[in-house]
Each structure stands twice: as C-alpha cells, then as structure tokens.
C-alpha cells in the first residue's frame, strides 16, 4: 500500500488499525561506469514496496537524494548536507507523527546514510517531545539497510566473494538490472579497481576511486541475481518490520 | 533520459552538448475523497519525463514532499517548511551547478510550491555566487506549472466549467488516473463543496474545507481526459523548455 | 494610528477593539538612475499610514529593507535572504499573535518580496500552532501590494502606457515625489532602456538592465500623479482591509 | 544624506569619497504608560540623521526592530531573537561591504541591543572573510548608544536626578516630543515606581516592573529638554563619527 | 602535549612537524546510580593525554558535552542536538584547518555521538572546500571509540563477561576510578538490570532503563582494571594515531 | 561538588536543596608569547571549583571553546561563532531546566564571551517560554568575570600598574601559573607592546598586535600573585552567587 496511491481516508483507515509505516531512502549518485545514478534508491524503494505489500504496510514515497557529499565531484551526483538531512527527516516525521503515526522504518540503500539517519531520529525525538504531540514519547525509528541483511550478504558473499566491493557493487546493481531491464549499462571496467581507503572529501574520494567504483566488479551483475537478491531483501525485512512493529 | 537511471559518465557525456536539466517537484497531500496523496507529484514526475523524452534533456527524481503546510490536517499530508525546502533547493542546486548545469527548469504539479520556489531561486543565485563556483553567474532557473499551462487549463474549462475547481480538479485526478488506472478511487462525495476562502493554517483549512476538496467535482475525471492532459502538458512544457535553453 | 507613537496601553485598548494590524514592507534597492533606493519602502509606509488614518487601524513600523538580492550590483542596495526574511516575518507575528493580534495585513512595495512573504506566511502558521499560543488557528495574514490595486494599474496605464515599465516606474517615482518634493532627482536617462528579460542573480540583473530600470521611463513623474496614485491606492486598499478585517 | 532618499549613482559618487555609513538602530518596546513603543528607534533615528547632517555622511533605513524580548509580555512590543538580529545584521553588512563600504557607525536608541550587536560584528567580520570580499579585512564597525553619550548623561542627571531611571526615561521620552510633539502622551503615573531588578525573561519582567518604567519619571520630560539632548548626542555622535572615519 | 598548556608559538612550531591533533570527545550523562556523570569524557580525556604523550601529539581541550538526548531524563544530563553537536565540530575544525592542521583524530568515549561525529566530518569537508581553505581537500578525520579498541573488548569480556552490559559498563566505570580514586560510588544497585532493548527518545529510555543501566554491573570495577583499561586503550589509540598520521 | 564527578541520584538529591549551577566558560586562543591558550578556560574552571567548594554548589564541565574569532588569525586559537554559542548555551540551560535548575551562574575568563552570553541568556529565556518547561519564567542566568571582581582588579593594579593591559594580562598568566606551575613559559618579549586599538576581525587584530599581547606585560605574573588572585576571585564570586541564590 503506497502513501502516494492512497486517499487521505484510506490513510485515516490505516491509522485504526496500524501505526506503522515504512520510508524508502536512497541517493543520487555516481555508482562507478556502468551503475545507475539512482541505484540506491532505486533498490530502497522497490524492496520497500515489496515489504509493504507483504506485510499490507503502507509506504511514503522515496527520498531520492541523501547523503552523498563524498561522491559529488562525479557529476550527477547530488547530496543534501547532513544537517539538512536532519532536518527533512524531522519535518517529514512531525507531518506524520501529527496523523498518528509512531512507527517509522526506514529502508535504507546507501551506506552514507546511516550516520546522518541516527543523528536525525535522536534529533527527531527531542523535537517531537518539544511539541507536545500526543504520544510523543512512543514514537520510534527503525533503521533497515538492505545491502546488511544476513541472507543478502551471505548470497554476495557466494555470488562475487571479494569482487562484490563496496560501492557499485554486483549484488546492488544485479538489484537494478532486476527492477530496470531496460537499463542495464555497458561500459569498459578497469581490471584494476582502487579498494579499501578511507572516505573524506569529494575531491579526495575522486582522487582514490578514478571511476567510482570501490573494489567492486559490477559486470558480475545479472537480473537474475537481482531477483534473488530482491526476494530475500523483502522476506527478512518484511520479518523484521513485524517485529518491529510487534514490539514493545 | 532520467538521471536516476543514467550513469555518471553518460552525464559527462550530457553536459557536453547541454547545461540544462528538468527537476520534477510535486507535494505529497491530501487530495479529497477521491484523489490520490501523490497527485501532485505523480503529475509532476509523469510530464517532466515526457518533456524529458521529447526533448533528449535529462530529468532529476521528483522532489516528491514539497511546501503543503496547510493540508497538514488530514492524515498523510506531509510537507516541509518553506524555509527547508528553500535549503533542500539550494543544496539539490549547488550539486549540479558544480558539475556545470547552469539552467533548471522546473516542472510543478502544486500551486503551494510556487511561492517558496522563488524564494529558492533567489536564495541559491546568491548562494552560488558566495561559492565562487565558474558561471555562478549564468545560472537560470525556470518555474513551469503544468497546469497552468494555457492549452491545459483551456482544456479543463472545456471539459468541467466551475468545478475544475483549485485543488482536487478533476484535471489532475484524471491525469493520474492514465498514469495509474489501477488506483482510481471511488467514494461518496458530497453535492455541495466548499470554495472560495483564502488559505490560513492547516486547522483553518480543515475547517473550511472539511474533505479536502476547494470546489472541485473530481468524478468528472476520466483516464482518456487525463491522456489528453498529459499530452497538450508535454507539449506546451517541452516548447517552453527548449526556449529556456535557447535563450541568452 | 501608528504603533511607534503609540503607549503599550493605547495598544491593549485597542486590542479590545480590533484584532487587526497593518504592517508596511518595501525595500532598499536601486531604482535607476533618478528613482530613490528607499522607492518601495517610502510608498509602502505612505500608503499603509493613509490606510491606517482612513480605516482608524494600528501600523507597524516599516520593514525597510526586504528580498532585494537581484539588485545588490548595485552600491546602496540592501537585502535580506529569503529565508532571513521568512525569520523575520515569523517573528515580527510570533511577536504580535501574543499580545492578541489575529489579522495581519501587509501593504507591500516591492514585487521581489511576494514569494518570501507568501512563504513566511505559510511558515509562520505553523509555528505559531506549535507554540501553543492561543488562537494561533486564527491568525490570518494577507498581502496587498499596492502597485497591483486595480484602480492603480489604470491609471497607471492611462498616465504611461507602455513606458510604466516593471522597475522604477513613473507611477511610483511619483509617489516618492509626492511623499518628499524635495528629493527630486535629475539624471539623464538613455532613451533606450532594457525590458523583458527574466530576473536572475545579482549580476546577471546589471548585465541586462544596466541603468537599473526594467522598461520604465520615469522622467514621466510628477508629484501631481503621486497624490493621484496616494490616494487611489489608500482608498482601494482601505476597503480591502475593512473586507479583510470583517471575513470569517 | 540619507540612503533611502539617494539614487544608485549618488551612492556611487559618494563611495569615492567615503567608505564610512551610519546605521540606526532602535527597538519597537513599551516604555511605559506615557512613553512611545518606538521611542528607541524615533531617537537614534533622529540623532543619526543629524549626524549624517552634520559630517556628510550616508544614513542607512533604520532597524526599527531590535531585540527586546524581555518587554514582549506588553502588548505592543516586538522583539527579533539575538540569533536573528546577528543574522540581519550580517546581511546588512554583506550587501554594503560588497558594495565597498567599510566603516559602519551604529547609532543605538536601546540597551538592550547592544550585546547582540557586539556579537553581529564579531560574527560579520568572520562571515566577509569567508566570503572573500575584497577589502573584507578592512572592515569596521563601531557601537554608538546615544544614551551613553557624556554630554546626555550629564545633562539628565543635572535635570532629572534620580528619577532618569534605566527605562522610558525622561531623557528619552523629552528627545521623542522634541521630535513628535504632537504625540506627547499623558496618564497617571503611579507615584512608587520599581527599580533595580535584574532582567531575566519577559513575565519575569513585567511582575517585576508592573507598568513597564524601570525607576524613571518621565513626567519630567519637556520637548525642550528633547532639544537639548538631541543637540548634544548629534554633536558629540558627530565627532565620534569623525574620529572614526579618521582613524587607521 | 596539551593545546590548552601551550602558546601559539609552541602551536607554530608544532605545526611545522606535524599536521595531526587529538580532539577527546565525551558526554555529560548519567552512568547509574554508582557511575560518575562525566564518565565518558573523563575516560576520553584520559586516554587522549595519554596518546598524546604517548606519540608526541598536540591534544585539544575535550568536548565536554555530546549528544545525550536519550539520557536527558535523568538530571544533571546535558547534551546537544546532532544538528548543534556538527556545526561545532564545524567550526572546531574551521579554526585548525585554517592554521594548517589536516589531520584531525577523535578519541571519543560516548557511543552515542558515533553517528553525529560522522555526519559532522562529511559536513565539515564539504564546508572547508566551500570556503577555499588551502589543502581543504587534504583535511582527513578519524574516529576512535576507546571503548571499542580490541584489546579494551577483549579485557572487559574476560573480567565481567555478559555483566559488561552496554551503558554504565564496568570497564568504563574502571577506568573513571582509576582517574578519580577520591570520587568512587557507592550505591545500593538491584540485581535485575534492564537489557536489550533499542533506545528511541528520552522519556522512553528512562521507563525501560530506570535506573540508568543497560544490562551492566559496575559493582565489579576496581580502579586496577581501570589502570589496566587504559594502558590497554592508550597503546591500541597511539599505534592507530601513528598509522593515521603516517597514511596517504 | 563537581558536575562530571557526581551521580545521577546525587544531583536528584542536591536539587532538593538547591536550584542554582555554577557554569565556567572559557576560551581557547592566543595569549601572547607566553601565555598558555587555555588560560581563559583554566582561570574560570578553576576559580569555578573553588566558588563550588566555598558554597557548596554543582559546578558543571567548562565550556572550553568560546567567542574568540578575532583571535584566529594565531595557531592553535579556536572559536564558535556567536551565533553558535548562543544555540550550544541554550542547549546545555534547556537540558538543565528540564532537570529543575532555575539559576545558572557562569564564570567568565574571557571579555569576548560577554556580549554572546548577554544574548545567549536573552535567547534562552525566550526558548524556555517556548517549550512550557514548568518554572520557565523563573529562570535567571548571571554573568560572572572573574577578571572584573573589584578585589582583583584592584590588586592587579597595584601589583602591575598599566602593565596589566587587557588580554593575556600578567593577573590571568599569574593565575595559570598557580593553577599550573609545571607549564610556566619563558619567551622573549618585546618592550614595546601594542594598545588601545579596538577589535575588528581576526586579520587586523594580528596587524594591529603582532604577538599577541594587548598592552600586556605578562614577564611580571608569579605563581603567588596567582594564588592571590585566586584567593581574591573565589571570594568574591562566592559571595555574589550566594546573593544571586538568594535573591527573588
């Protein structure tokens, strides 16, 4: 069930009997020659649709651009500030902790992400307490990164062992090529692919990564692995979402 | 040709023949009875594409929660404050200014974004030219409103006379009802409906206008209406796109 | 009735009274080559000081300098961000909705503060509902820019025709001429002068408007035309706050 | 020479004579049951075109809202946050310093500005750095309170004594029927008036000093006496202002 | 070598053999009924000196105050919001980025600033490349958790096993007994102690934590281990420092 | 009764009795050739410990890093903006008050602290109205120099005459010597010192006073005038919080 395909009295409906909702988010940015710019998000919003149908939650619509400031001396990359970030996460939230919601679960797929993501529930809650809403103080977050389930990464793990990487990764663009057929890039990858520095600046991240891939071999990528990929991401985020929402 | 499934070297390949690229922005909010929380965006998003398409320029992923403070009384409203989705602007901005786009155009589906992307503009010409980022200068920005396209709103006056309405129009229901023919709604809607009061807080709203509708019959809608929105939208927008890009 | 001649206790009288305030907004900012920077600011608080005797209302002080970015090329033009506007504006009411005012009515002499202050509005409202500050979901806020009452435009029409202009136009010269018959300006004017052009950053403004004017041929003013739009503007306007004042 | 009565190429001609301009700034705040709520700004207004009188000097729009948020709990009074008030100053400053000025002469009507305003400088002079503004290392700003003149204070002990107060003082309130005597108010004053209370937040002030004085009499005030001291802030403001424009 | 003890001449010269600094980083927030409020910045603080010492590095004054908003239920918490949390890490690291350090390496005692910490550094690249500081793009920043150093683990798993517990630890209270001998606790401590669960807002924690622990014995600590725990961190940190240091 | 040494129960326990906290702020910047960086922080932190002992009041941690932006133009100086100082001192009241301290007494070392805290303490009273914290409008903050006790600056004089100067004085390295004997520095200093030229920004306050000394001859600081001073300030300051308790 989509927020953005639903009625407000549909929304008012759920509300009696759920108040749980779940937040696709992503990035906008570079995922090496032949990775889609949306990648991130493209893989955060189809397994939180795939969660929600299964688990009859509903979903807001994605948020496309994160975090992703080390990535933007690549162009098409796009990133909000963290404290930005914060900041729109805490609106976001206010809105619908105002409607009655109290349980956000974040889908999340990009590791940049999480930091500013903890950051802003912490800041959300002592916002949410400041104004007074009701059951303010029962209000909870959740943060899913897909890319991090045990059966995901065991099956990169088999699929490309070290060639999976970390950004631009196989088992993320697999995911993309399953959602987008019609977009599956071909592109000359370096044999040699820069892996395991640290992450700074833009600048510097350009400087270590030439073609923004970081250890990775995406032309392992197929869409069949990209289903695979999907099925298990939406079956053990779907179990945690109910326990999460089970919960305490 | 949408960012989010190009890659960072075919936007380098972009910004060789093109500076310019169209930013879909809608607003996720109730939309009556009948009318889905997306509309704004999901019509936003639908044109921007087809312009995209018509005229080989690159489209953002849609800024999909905007300015709608004043729906926040019904339940799945979401927004930002003005203030924030003036920052949100200028962040999404500067990304792709340093990358070398100096024209934004942008495709609006929600009149209450008009105001605070104004503001935006004028925040992020100055912010820019703060940076010393190259050609800060030769940065343009354009606001187009799909439906207040002449031949669209032509259109709508042809097809539903007065109760075309201000929000919940049958114009932009049918348009989301080609996008997704699976999601046309079906609920009682009241004869009378309110209209004509200017726009306060959000209890005010609810108040004034207690399903969420400003004089609009959206029943009337139908998904051929909705194609043909789609169209006479795609074309005015793409003709007024390539004079942007044309002009000095 | 002036606020800043006014004692706290003149205003919790009128209080019991009235619940509406008149707050005047122009801007400090070029206004070619014969028009006063302090243009927008001196016909804002004239009219808004006619208003007030007429409709027997309080008026705020001026808020002299506003969103004037676009033409801060120019030495002696000063402008707030729109987000600093917004803050300020937020203020100014938070403010004032304490003390017990509901109904705020801007008089407004500068095109280039619209957007920010629809948007200010928007924020305020929500603000003030999160304070809890009672009748907070009363608080109505409306803008009125006198430059665009009908009975104005007409004459302007009539008076100037095409040489009214966009910026620094006769009609309101005049009205500067009218307030203060000493400052009086003599300066060449260039028998061409820029127009059509779509407003972006500071820069790009001098480039193409490089007296500062936008179409306009001042050197049509007179104070006689001043009186004429003084007291076409203070009658329209007065009947608009006198509706505004009376609506639910 | 005031600003608002000057045009854009006036300014630019004085420029090359001067980097030098005066900035009044006063408050919107209740000064008792006789004294006026724009008392602060009436008085550095005056005094700091007097002074551009005197010296030739430019005088900007004067700030007619400061920060007094310890007098908001009385009806009439508004105040800017300190963090906004350094915000609007730093913006002030941006516009004019871009523009080449760079010594910036505060007159100041109200106590209670004068710990944001040392604190707006400290942060504007970092700020122009940052931005780099060419000559941003030149810049000065200097904090001019009439009130702390040692001609006025002589002259208001000599004439009230004790009974100057700290708050709608005599002196100040002689100064504003000097300049508007057809607004000299008149009620009773309680006989008993509190004093010597620290200030702390706006409830805390008003059950404090019930009628808004803090130990003053501002019965005494004459316009004569406003004369007296308005000629004596301009004349040593003037030769302050000199020094300051003369000096490394 | 600690900042705080030194003149900016012994900074300059500092500077001319290394561009690293040492920043401890801790929390003002209750630890239990037996564990002292400033406990983790007392361990940070510590452990910093002492790889100062260790490798000659230049040490900062410790942030005293983190992000505790989850603990602010107990008095005598303090914390900042992430959003203030980065912008003064921000401006820390602006002040010694424009004196020539590069190299900025966080002993951080509190588990909780781990997410805003990283979110402030990828903030704070993208802010000193905006502001055209030489080698902004060579600034590199480093977090090291003391409490997460192998060695530290591995000790506190063989001294207290499962009662290590996740807040109010007994290696953590160890180490602030080593320091402060003269400030060790005692408590009457219930032998229940709450685990397990996730921390959302601060109302929440203190209903699932009430008396501050989270599934930890602090009875168990004796200033020996604390001798032990640091000499452990200090040796782990100080190799670290150097490899930072030494790094590309 | 140190903040950072006491428990959470403790604290429970002492607010019984006791609303009041003792807040030293600091800074972190240059003080001359000799003078240790830390020496703001030192004096209040220490003079602070001692007004709690002598009254038994909470003393919390230091603020370490204050308003010291003019001084960045010397290595190893660090400053938060205004601006940010007022949000970090509103934060750490916020979190106090919520605990039920109502008088907050910050001891001062530095004189460019002292317009940011007047407004922190504004803004703060304000806020705290903001968010209905019970007993809101009885809080009461108190700015505490110790520099400017009159037992001390009379004995500076005396020991020291005009040497004394106003920054990196012989009274506060005198202090640091008796706080910190081990960390007593020897430079050469000019005979020739620079004085009485205002501040501006960071670059023309190095121009204006090349070491760093202002009027200063820190060569006749003792470790006995330390103590002295110490002595002096401790006193004093315990007296006048006692007062400030005690007062309504």
Known sequence: MQLHLSTW?????????????????GSTEQHGPTGLIG????CAEAIARGVGDATNALVTPTINVGMALHHTA??????????TLIQLVKEYLTSLARAGFTRFFFINGHGGNMATLK?????TYAHLDELNIPNADRVQCRLANWFMCGSVYKLAKELYGNEEGSHAT???????????????????????????????????????YPDGRMGSNPALATPEHGKQFYELAVKELSNNYLEFLGSE
């Not at 990648?39 to 493209?42: G, M, P, R």
Request: cysteine-free.
């Open 119 to 123: 950051a802003a529930f912490a800041e």
């Open 170 to 208: 196989p088992s993320e663009v697999a995911l993309t090529q399953y959602v987008y057929p019609e977009s599956i890039k071909q592109a000359p990858l370096s044999e040699e692919v820069a892996s395991g520095h640290p992450i700074y600046g833009a600048a510097d991240f350009r400087r270590r």
């Open 9 to 25: 009295t549909e929304v008012e409906t759920y509300l009696e009997r759920s108040p749980g909702i779940i937040i696709p988010i």
């Open 39 to 42: 990648t991130d998000a493209i």
């Open 74 to 83: 690549f162009p098409g990359s796009m990133s909000l500030k963290p404290s």
